[in-house]
C-alpha cells in the first residue's frame, strides 16, 4: 500500500462548542483510536484536528492508503477507519482513523479491478461490476492496493461471487453469496442465443 503524510494538531478541547469552532476555521476534527495507554494499559483515544487540504489527497481518491499521522510532531502509522460527510453540503465533518498494530489484523474496503475480456462480452454481453470495493481482513502489510479479478472465462448471464474468490494472507468479509460482477445478457445477445437455437 502506497502511504501518505497528513499532518494534525492535538486538541485541548473537545466539546461541541470547541468542534463548531474547528470547522467553522476549515479545520476537521479527528480520533485515532488505539494510540496510547494509561498506567492501567487501557486504550486512549486521541483528539486531534486536520485541515481539510491535509486531507483532500486522501479523501478524494480511489486509491487505500497507509496514513503517516503527524500530530505536533509525533509520527503514528494509521489507516482512516470512518468519515462522515455533511447531508447537505457534503462538506467533511469528521474522521476517525485507527492505528495500525503489524502483529494485529485489519478491517479495510479494497477497490475491485477486473481484468481480463470476458467470454461474455465477446458474444455481445456486458459487463457490470457490481461491487467496487470488498471488504478484507489482514496484516496491514499483506493488503493490497487493489483486488485484482480475472474476468476471462466469465460467460453470457454468469456471475463472480465473493465466495469463489479467495487472496492468500485475506479474508474476505463480504457475504459469501455477494455477486462481485456479471455478464449481464443485452438485447443483441438475446437475439443471438436465440438464431443459434433455431
Not at 457534503?90 to 477486473?114: A, T
Not at 471488504?135 to 469463489?164: D, F, H, M, Q, W
Request: aromatic letters at 4%.
Amino acid at each position: 500500500m502506497k502511504s501518505i503524510e497528513v499532518k494534525g494538531s492535538l486538541r485541548t478541547e473537545t466539546g461541541k462548542k470547541a468542534t463548531h469552532e474547528l470547522r467553522k476555521n476549515d479545520s476537521i476534527p479527528c480520533v485515532l483510536y488505539g494510540s496510547q495507554k494509561d498506567e492501567n494499559g487501557n486504550i486512549i483515544d486521541t483528539h486531534f484536528a486536520v485541515t481539510n487540504e491535509a486531507v483532500r489527497k486522501l479523501v478524494y481518491t480511489p486509491h487505500i492508503y497507509v496514513v503517516d499521522l503527524n500530530i505536533d510532531g509525533k509520527i503514528v502509522n494509521a489507516v482512516m477507519k470512518d468519515i462522515q460527510f455533511h447531508p447537505v453540503t457534503d462538506k467533511i465533518l469528521h474522521i476517525d482513523f485507527y492505528q495500525i498494530d503489524e502483529s494485529n489484523p485489519i478491517v479495510m474496503e479494497v477497490p475491485v479491478q477486473l481484468e481480463g475480456l470476458a467470454e461474455g462480452v465477446k458474444a455481445g454481453g456486458k459487463l457490470s461490476l457490481q461491487m467496487r470495493k470488498l471488504k478484507v481482513k489482514a496484516l496491514y502489510n499483506v493488503i493490497p492496493e487493489r483486488l485484482v479479478i480475472n474476468v476471462s472465462n466469465l460467460g453470457l448471464g454468469k456471475t463472480i461471487k465473493v465466495g469463489e474468490l479467495s487472496y492468500e494472507g485475506l479474508e474476505l468479509l463480504n457475504a459469501k453469496d455477494a455477486v462481485v460482477c456479471a455478464v449481464k445478457l443485452t438485447r443483441a445477445a438475446r437475439g443471438a442465443q436465440a438464431n443459434a437455437g433455431k
